[in-house]
């Protein structure tokens, strides 16, 4: 029975390395991650739970929607030429950046992703918009793809609304504003090490300068660039930054003496997409805009959200392996080195995972919780589980994030991983250590 025991877990490994090989050779990513997971299911003896995970992956609407929203809104602006005046726009500023185009990049997008708290959110909102435009300006796709997916290191703790950060409020047993001020500053230098640290890889790997388009080879030097056009692509980020912000509510509420609607990211995308139509309403008809929207919500859904629920399959077959409950348990069992297992641990299993939240949950409620019974601060700890968790999704290939980022740049989200890697790992490393 124990050899048994001991060929399931060989056979398991062999499949978790042959995965990673596969995708490593730039095979179709979404066969993979569903061949993978089922095989995996099956030797655990659960073949439904690969059924049961695609089933529950359909069921994410919101996600979903901010996805499908997103790039449906990516094809109005480039039928629209939306995206070309924002990029031409940007182009005369961001051209004396120089190095900071990156790092640049990456802080804008940790500050949007504080409001816009679901990374794949993010990723999809901003990313329809920055990346493109990093690639416009001649930096090499997978590096354009990777400043967004590190700028959703983990800036959303900052939130208070935030589900993480209300989770290490309780187990501290402080308020939710002191869990705050105690991570700002830390999240302030983790996200400088992330930006700065991606900046020295982008040029070690001289992907700075270079890249050529192939529909943007030949751009008009005497474009005449439309202000009001220039300013629609950003029109979505920024209600949801305006209407997040808490000042903003208040002034609102007690103006007007009504609450702010409420407003989702699939909600701004169609009231840019709407903007953008009627921006040039005389030269293009409502039905084309219409069939382009529904176009890049079929993209959204086929490229991206298909790779994500086979990357959710896979993930089940790890679970039914009993791989993550493991590691999960032997953190849970090691108390005294618990910030080392926490810190260590977290990051590895949102990296395998790419799922940062299963992640710190997991590890804050079962551990952080008991904290101050082995001399440790609970409001630390839970600080750093939170931090390295979401650096450690930041790297990983089968995160949602990722795969929205590498789908818009067209590029395997491996290449983000192996950007990224540097950048977070010098990050958490010290978030632990500073962060006492």
Not at 30 to 46: D, K, N, Q
Not at 242 to 251: A, D, I, P, T
Request: aromatic share 8%; charged share 15%; proline share 3%.
């Amino acid at each position: 029975m124990e050899s048994f025991a001991i060929l399931k877990i060989a056979l398991a490994l062999i499949v978790v390395i042959v995965t990673i090989t596969l995708l490593i050779k730039r095979h179709e990513s979404r066969m993979v991650l569903f061949t993978s997971g089922v095989v995996l299911c099956i030797i655990a003896g659960a073949p439904m739970d690969a059924l049961e995970a695609f089933t529950k992956a359909i069921k994410k609407a919101n996600i979903i929607e901010p996805i499908v929203a997103a790039m449906g809104f990516a094809y109005v602006l480039k039928l629209t030429t939306c995206d070309k005046h924002l990029v031409h726009a940007l182009s005369k500023v961001l051209k004396y950046a120089g190095i900071f185009l990156v790092p640049g990049a990456v802080l804008i997008t940790a500050f949007i992703n504080i409001s816009v708290t679901s990374a794949a959110g993010c990723s999809a909102a901003v990313g329809a918009v920055i990346i493109p435009l990093l690639m416009r300006m001649g930096v090499h796709p997978a590096l354009a793809a990777s400043t967004v997916l590190l700028g959703t290191y983990g800036s959303a703790n900052l939130n208070p609304g935030y589900h993480q950060t209300n989770i290490v409020a309780e187990v501290s047993k402080v308020n939710v504003m002191e869990v705050i001020h105690y991570e700002a500053f830390y999240f302030g230098v983790s996200a400088v090490i992330c930006a700065f640290g991606l900046m020295i890889v982008g040029l070690l790997l001289k992907e700075y300068k270079g890249y050529v388009l192939e529909d943007e080879s030949n751009d008009d030097k005497d474009f005449k660039i439309n202000p009001i056009k220039a300013i629609v692509p950003i029109v979505p980020v920024a209600i949801l930054l305006v209407l997040s912000n808490s000042h903003f509510k208040e002034w609102y509420e007690a103006t007007f003496a009504l609450k702010v609607p409420k407003v989702g990211i699939g909600h701004a995308m169609i009231i840019g997409s709407l903007l953008a139509f009627i921006t040039c309403f005389k030269d293009i008809k409502a039905g084309e805009v219409m069939k382009k929207f529904c176009a890049g919500m079929g993209e959204g859904f086929s490229h991206v959200y298909g790779i994500i629920i086979c990357a959710g399959i896979f993930v089940a077959g790890l679970e039914a392996m009993g791989f993550v409950q493991q590691l999960i348990d032997f953190m849970k069992s090691n108390p005294n080195i618990a910030t080392f297992i926490g810190s260590v641990g977290t990051f590895a299993l949102a990296l395998i995972t790419g799922s940062g939240d299963a992640a710190g949950i997991a590890f804050n409620q079962a551990v952080t919780i008991k904290a101050a019974d082995i001399g440790l601060d609970p409001m630390h700890l839970g600080s750093v589980v939170t931090a390295v968790a979401g650096l450690g999704r930041s790297m990983s290939p089968i995160a949602g994030a990722a795969i929205i980022c590498a789908t818009y740049a067209k590029v395997n989200p491996i290449e983000l991983a192996k950007r990224n890697a540097i950048p977070t790992i010098i990050a958490a490393i010290v978030y632990v250590l500073i962060a006492i």
